[in-house]
């Protein structure tokens, strides 16, 4: 996986620090790491600071974190994203999953 991830406990909400990028040859074991972990939590907060690259594949992460999440009332969060994957997010109208902060 050339991606790395970094949980951070607060209670019953976590933060994940992402470093590396997403793509079709990591995107399925990224998704299976942030959905298991969603399932253990209430609320989840990504720091993208690191977060180089995502491709559709890791949008669709994404969604399946934010529909876990949001299944059993939680929220998913971001905060620290670099201008080009902000960019992502808002054409493909993705920035309505996330609560930045």
């Known amino acids: 996986m050339s991606m790395k991830i970094d949980l951070i ?3 019953n909400d976590c933060e994940l620090k992402m470093d590396g990028f ?11 790491v942030l ?4 399932g253990k939590f ?6 993208m600071e690191k977060l180089e690259y ?8 994404f969604k399946r974190v934010y529909m876990e999440l949001r299944r059993k009332g939680g929220t998913l969060s971001a905060k620290n994203v670099d201008k080009a994957i902000m960019e992502v997010l808002e054409v493909t109208g993705f920035t309505r999953l996330f609560k930045f902060v």
Do not use: F, P
């Open 9 to 11: 406990k607060h209670g």
């Open 35 to 38: 959905v298991d972990v969603a």
């Open 54 to 61: 995502v491709s559709s594949a890791g949008l669709r992460a």
């Open 22 to 32: 997403i793509d079709a040859t990591n995107a399925a074991e990224v998704e299976q």
């Open 42 to 47: 209430d609320n989840m907060l990504l720091d």
